[in-house]
T-cell receptor
Framework: KNEVEQSPQNLTAQEGEFITINCSYS?????LHWLQQHPGGGIVSLFM???GKKKHGRLIATINIQEKHSSLHITASHPRDSAVYIC???????????????FGKGTKLSVKP | DAEITQSPRHKITETGRQVTLACHQT?????MFWYRQDLGHGLRLIHY???????NKGEVSDGYSVSRSNTEDLPLTLESAASSQTSVYFC????????????FGEGSRLTVL
């Protein structure tokens, strides 16, 4: 069983829809990251969180440490949001280093105009 | 602006050849990481470094080596390239401690024939 599971694997939405991507993990963590990988391949860090909720523009990330679950929400989705969204955790099993991450396999989002 | 760059962006080589992928960052980050990304596996950690002269093995380190002689660079060497090392390689860096936002290079696509 993977230590970090994302759902769904693929998601197609219409422009304007509210989108939720889920991430569940089975290890103790010091932090959770949400990353965005565009079709060109570049990877950008969206959020790093260890508790609660963070918001940046139309993106919101939440984490529930007790339930070992995080969600990434996109409000008023747009075709430019089309990308692969990757969840990753800094596991305390590996010293909790922010870069020594365990990655989910990603959620491919396609937003249609 | 600070940045992290990888070179070459694309490389084709033959089995058994030595290959070095370069990673250079101007963020002055102590932490640097090498990942590989393969279909069906997501991103996996190869090697990482927390500072000059410090290197550590990651999940998939066999066949790879790194050295850290200064803060800016962490070259990744494949001593004897194998077809199983055909992949896309990403370098990343982050500050020490809990601030931890990761900055990724653009990726290097390596094909071993």
């Amino acid at each position: 069983k993977n230590e970090v599971e994302q759902s769904p694997q693929n998601l197609t939405a219409q422009e304007g829809e509210f989108i939720t991507i889920n991430c569940s993990y089975s290890v103790g963590i010091s932090a959770l990251h949400w990353l965005q990988q565009h079709p060109g391949g570049g990877i950008v860090s969206l959020f790093m969180l260890s508790s609660g909720k963070k918001k940046h523009g139309r993106l919101i990330a939440t984490i529930n440490i007790q339930e070992k679950h995080s969600s990434l929400h996109i409000t008023a989705s747009h075709p430019r949001d089309s990308a692969v969204y990757i969840c990753a955790v800094s596991s305390t099993n590996y010293g909790g280093s922010q870069g020594n991450l365990i990655f989910g396999k990603g959620t491919k989002l396609s937003v249609k105009p | 602006d600070a940045e992290i760059t990888q070179s070459p962006r694309h490389k084709i080589t033959e089995t058994g050849r030595q290959v070095t992928l370069a990673c250079h960052q101007t963020w002055n980050h102590n932490n640097m990481f090498w990942y590989r990304q393969d279909l069906g596996h997501g991103l996996r950690l190869i090697h990482y470094s927390y500072g000059v002269q410090d290197t550590n093995k990651g999940e998939v380190s066999d066949g790879y080596s790194v050295s850290r002689s200064n803060t800016e660079d962490l070259p990744l060497t494949l001593e004897s390239a194998a077809s199983s090392q055909t992949s896309v390689y990403f370098c990343a860096s982050s500050e020490s401690g809990d601030s931890g936002e990761l900055f990724f290079g653009e990726g290097s696509r390596l094909t071993v024939l």
